[in-house]
Structures are given as structure tokens and as C-alpha cells.
Nanobody, 120 residues
């Protein structure tokens, strides 16, 4: 059974930083491209960032490019999202996902989410 467990969310002031983590089990983590998505209240879930299975490629949405950094540690079966220069509009539930491929970034597996609130 695949499990993705996010952690690291919380309340932070605008301009601050947070690092989200996502631990994976039940899958061969190093085979999977991984991604982060987010969903704000009343909005659709949106893509945030992706990292290839080796960590050699990354891709970001325009809204977070230059502020967020995705990384992974295959030895620890963990993917991270370092978020900096946070804005109130970054407030959302953040979800880790195992992706089916690179390019479409279609999720195959989801975590349960972790909440991020950025106060102004």
C-alpha cells in the first residue's frame, strides 16, 4: 500500500519561509517523478512543482518560480518543498504526489495534505 505523508505546514508571516517534507512508503521511490500541488479554499487543486526520479530535472509553476525549491533524497524516500518569500496567496493545503510521467505531471498517488497559512 502506497503512503505519502506530508509534514511541515503551519502559520507563517508574509515574507517568511517554510519547508514541507513528504515521506513515501510502499513504492520504489527512486523510480517515481514526484510533485507538489496545492488547493486553496474554493479553488481547484493546482500544480506547484515537480522533480524527476533522479532529481536531475525540476519544473515549477510560474506563480512559485524563483521562490520555491523542490528537492528529494532517494535514500530517505523523501521529497521536499522549500518555500521562501511567502505571500498570503500561497495559503493552501499542499499535497505531495507520485507522478505517472514527466511532462503532464499527472498524479498517480496522493498524500493527505498539509496546511500552509501565510498571514499578511
Amino acid at each position: 500500500q502506497v503512503q505519502l505523508v506530508e509534514s511541515g505546514g503551519g502559520l507563517v508571516q508574509a515574507g517568511g519561509s517554510l519547508r514541507l517534507s513528504c515521506g513515501a512508503s510502499g513504492l520504489t521511490f527512486s523510480w517515481y517523478n514526484m510533485g507538489w500541488f496545492r488547493q486553496a479554499p474554493g479553488k481547484e487543486r493546482e500544480f506547484v512543482a515537480a522533480i524527476s526520479w533522479s532529481g536531475g530535472r525540476t519544473y515549477y509553476s510560474d506563480s512559485v518560480k524563483g521562490r520555491f525549491t523542490i528537492s528529494r533524497d532517494n535514500a530517505k524516500n523523501t521529497v521536499y518543498l522549500q518555500m521562501a518569500s511567502l505571500k498570503p496567496e500561497d495559503s493552501a493545503d499542499y499535497y505531495c504526489a507520485g507522478l505517472t510521467d514527466w511532462g503532464t505531471f499527472t498524479p498517480k498517488y496522493w498524500g493527505q495534505g498539509t496546511q500552509v497559512t501565510v498571514s499578511s
